[in-house]
């Protein structure tokens, strides 16, 4: 059987800056991914219109000067194609590639409690024997595909934007549906809709957008931002999202009526996510939140010219963020377009698929493609997907059938040596995800390193750390507007998940301090133990 030192799942920019991380430290490690290449989210994302919505300069990796100063990006928001061919830049400027082994999942992960070593299965090849298994397996990698009645009856073509065709769709003359409003939608509906026939959105529930404002990076800017790339990294760093952006922390309530107009105005004219970081009080009071809320019902009634579908568009009944928020490019737009309809399947439910058409209780809507925008079983599906079996071989899925913990959101109790980079109870998708990721990368690599000097064979979570940091992610939350939505970080997007606030609220900034206190005191809340 194959030997490593560790086994790493997934070759996305976690993964990847794992290897290349353990590299460094002399470790032997080898890399599984499903994939055909490396990207992992941005691999098969392929959708069009498919972009990140934090600046490129900031989402990017900040681990090697020189890649940092190499690497242009042509506009402000990437591309998924370029951010793609980055991974790939990536993967070849540092010989990752040897390393990987592509189209091949992982199945199973099983500890031996008599040595220590987890042997790690696989779709394609025998099992690999590995001290350490390090999860690299992306909090958005599951696709969700909803049970809509009927759909084995549907006889044109099925599409998931989480799953897309590498050779693209061209929709030209058919009829397009797309279930669902979140950002894979809302960055796709734009561009779908000016090459179908076409397109008939259907909307559960509205989300709150924000402009992107995208444009090619002005080269005086990119060479500005290089030139002070280490001090932004740094502000990133110590930030409450792991971003560059100025966060201003305005109270809302504070503000005069005008004052407030002014300051709406402003974030909305910079665009993207700093309009919900901007103010102190708009995630902790439902007040300050209504206002801000309203600004953008406001925008989207300016926007949309039929005013029964500008209030259909308008979010109500979820205070604004609480939903993860969109970026967006002509999504309001779009819905001036004659050949665009949107449908209240809230209010008008899907009640069966046919061959050609998806039928709601009121009509009946032919279509030739169906686009699933369906989202993720988010930052637990791609660890419960696989047989993971601890100590005394107790499996994660039932480990976590109450709801995900994780001690710091990187380590399991009960599962020693395993390691998960940005899982549930990390800031992870509530920051900037390259540097959270590389953030975890570095720690666990630290953590790792401090074991070998000390002969330490078995690092494991102790159950009450696990517990009492369940308990702290759950109340910073609760603190909060967060979970007053049915969203994906509550799990509430897939029938039957345990409803388990997810993401660490207080800052990634908060969080990368506690973990280097926690390192600091000798790796406080875990079990380190010599050869048994
Ligand atoms: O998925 P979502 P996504 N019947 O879960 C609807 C990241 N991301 O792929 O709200 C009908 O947000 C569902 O409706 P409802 C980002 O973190 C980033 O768009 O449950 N509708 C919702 O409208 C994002 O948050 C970028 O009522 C159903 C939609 O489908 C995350 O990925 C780009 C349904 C799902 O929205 C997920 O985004 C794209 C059903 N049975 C994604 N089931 C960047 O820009 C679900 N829906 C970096």
């Given at each position: 059987m194959e030997q490593q030192d560790v086994v790493i799942v997934g070759a996305g920019f976690a993964g990847m800056y794992m290897l290349h991380r353990l590299r460094g430290s002399g470790w032997r490690a080898r890399i599984i991914e499903a994939g055909g290449g490396v990207g992992g989210t941005w691999y098969w994302n392929r959708y069009p219109g498919a972009r990140c919505d934090v600046e490129s300069m900031s989402y990017s990796y900040s681990f090697s000067e020189e890649l940092q100063q190499e690497w242009t990006w042509p506009h402000r928001y990437a591309t998924q194609p370029d951010i793609l061919r980055y991974a790939n830049h990536v993967a070849d400027r540092f010989d990752l590639r040897k390393d990987i082994t592509f189209d091949?999942?992982?199945i199973s992960a099983i500890f031996d409690d008599r040595d220590g070593h987890w042997v790690v299965g696989t779709d394609t090849k025998g099992g690999i024997r590995a001290r350490y298994v390090i999860m690299a397996t992306g909090c958005l990698s599951v696709p969700k595909i909803p049970d809509l009645p009927g759909l084995q009856e549907f006889r044109g073509r099925l599409l998931h934007t989480a799953n897309w065709p590498g050779e693209g769709v061209d929709f030209s003359g058919l009829s397009v549906g797309i279930v669902g409003t979140g950002s894979s939608a809302i960055q796709s509906i734009p561009i779908i809709a000016e090459q179908a026939h076409h397109l008939t959105v259907f909307q559960r529930t509205a989300n709150f957008c924000i402009p992107a404002w995208n444009a090619p990076l002005a080269p005086e800017a990119e060479v500005e931002r290089k030139r002070n790339y280490g001090a932004l990294r740094q502000k990133s760093r110590n930030s409450y999202a792991g971003d560059y952006a100025d966060e201003y922390y305005v109270s809302i309530l504070g503000l005069t009526l005008e004052e407030r107009e002014a300051q709406f105005e402003a974030r909305w004219r910079e665009g993207g996510f700093n309009f919900q970081y901007?103010?102190?009080?708009l995630m902790e009071s439902a007040e300050a939140n209504e206002l801000a809320a309203e600004f953008v019902r406001k925008k989207i009634r300016a926007t949309v010219r039929d005013p029964r579908v500008a209030e259909l568009l308008c979010p109500k009944g979820h205070p604004l963020g609480t939903k993860r928020l969109c970026v967006d490019t002509n999504y309001y737009e779009t819905f001036n377009r004659d050949n665009v309809s949107l449908v209240d399947i809230k209010n008008d439910p899907i009640v069966a698929m046919t061959p050609g058409s998806l039928r709601t209780r009121s009509a009946d809507h032919p279509i030739d493609v169906l686009v699933l925008a369906t989202g993720f079983d988010a930052m637990t599906g791609a660890l419960t997907r696989i047989d993971i079996r601890g100590r005394d071989g107790a499996t994660l899925k039932e480990q976590w059938c109450q709801g995900a913990e994780a001690y710091l959101g990187v380590a399991i109790a009960g599962f020693p040596n395993m390691f998960v980079v940005t899982g549930p109870g990390s800031p992870s998708v509530l920051a900037n995800m390259v540097l959270a990721c590389e953030q975890h990368v570095e720690w666990i690599t630290d953590l790792l390193d401090h074991a070998r000097s000390k002969g330490i064979e078995r690092i494991e979570a102790n159950p009450q750390a696990q517990k009492e940091w369940a308990r702290q992610v759950t109340q910073s939350a609760a603190r909060t507007l967060y979970p007053k939505a049915d969203s994906w970080y509550l799990g509430a997007n897939v029938p039957g998940k345990p409803r388990v606030f997810m993401p660490y609220v207080e800052g990634f900034n908060v969080y990368t301090g506690i973990c280097q206190k926690i390192a600091a005191k000798g790796y406080e809340g875990f079990h380190l133990t010599g050869a048994q």
């Open positions: 091949t999942r992982v901007a103010f102190a009080d």
